[in-house]
């Protein structure tokens, strides 16, 4: 490119073309100005729609927050009225069972009935006093000795911080040869323990939450006569296992 008496001359070097343009100096520093300030607008406009497009990333994950903490308050009220009901109970429990003989245990039916009935737990293998297990209630459904059981998962750690884990519910029969068990989500369990405990059923508690779960009999050899209560944390580490005899009460549901 070359300018001689107000020509400005174009060469393309590969095709060989030549383009002559009658433009005075002022002219081209005029044009050169243009150009320059119209590269400026468009990087300004670039910069200023990337900078819309992040600020729409960053409300957007705000908005997500916002809707993320308003269901975890729904949940929180829910779980709220869960935990006071419960405490209600508790306490009416104790008041009438203190009425009735003087004590302040916990009252549980000893005779049949077509309603759930309670059981205390028979043996806690392990218990780090993060959650625990009350209200627990189990119900024969049929003449197979399907049974119906329900609990409350209670948090128990004093500040009432959130808890989150897996729960593996497992009916079983170690006293015949081989053992045999029944798992409640339908997982993989070798060796008494879920093959991965993250299949189990999650939750995430401040106060407690409402347990339910159903297990079905073998249809042929021994009964399920136990319910063994598995909670793991959410690294893996198995915070409570309580179990539960329930050969009792579903000899009571059957004989009936």
């Known amino acids: ?9 174009i060469i393309f070097k590969k095709t060989g073309r030549i383009l002559s343009f009658n433009i005075t100096t002022g002219k081209l520093i005029a044009s050169l100005s243009l150009v320059f300030l119209l590269n400026v607008l468009l990087i ?47 306490i009416y429990r104790r008041l009438y069972a203190g009425s009735m003989n003087g004590q302040g245990s916990s009252f549980y039916s000893s005779g049949f009935s077509n309603e759930s009935l309670k059981l205390k737990p028979e043996s806690t293998v392990i218990d780090n ?4 297990i009350d209200d627990f209630q189990v119900k024969s459904l049929n003449l197979e000795l399907d049974f119906e059981l329900s609990f409350n998962l209670v948090n128990k750690d004093r500040r009432h911080r959130h808890i989150s ?27 008494g323990a879920p093959v991965d405990y993250q299949e189990g059923l999650s939750f995430a508690i401040k106060y407690l939450r409402p347990i339910k779960a159903r297990i079905n009999q073998p249809s042929i050899g021994p009964k399920f006569n136990e319910v063994m209560i598995m909670v793991y944390s959410t690294e893996g580490e198995l915070i409570l296992k309580q179990g539960f005899n329930i050969e009792k009460i579903l000899q009571m549901d059957y004989n009936s």
Do not use: C
Not at 1 to 9: A, G, R, V
Not at 172 to 190: A, L, Q, R, S, T
């Open 165 to 191: 884990g897996y729960i593996t519910i497992v009916g079983g029969n170690e006293d015949v040869i081989p053992p045999v068990y029944g798992v409640f989500p339908h997982i993989e369990f070798k060796n």
């Open 1 to 9: 490119m070359s300018i001689q008496d107000n020509f400005l001359t």
């Open 129 to 132: 006093s993060l959650v625990g």
């Open 44 to 90: 300004f406009f670039i910069f200023q729609y990337g900078n819309l497009r992040y600020k729409k990333r960053v409300l957007v994950k705000k908005v997500s927050s916002m809707e993320s903490e308003m269901e975890q308050m729904r949940e929180e009220i829910k779980e709220a009225r869960h935990y006071k009901r419960w405490a209600d109970n508790i």
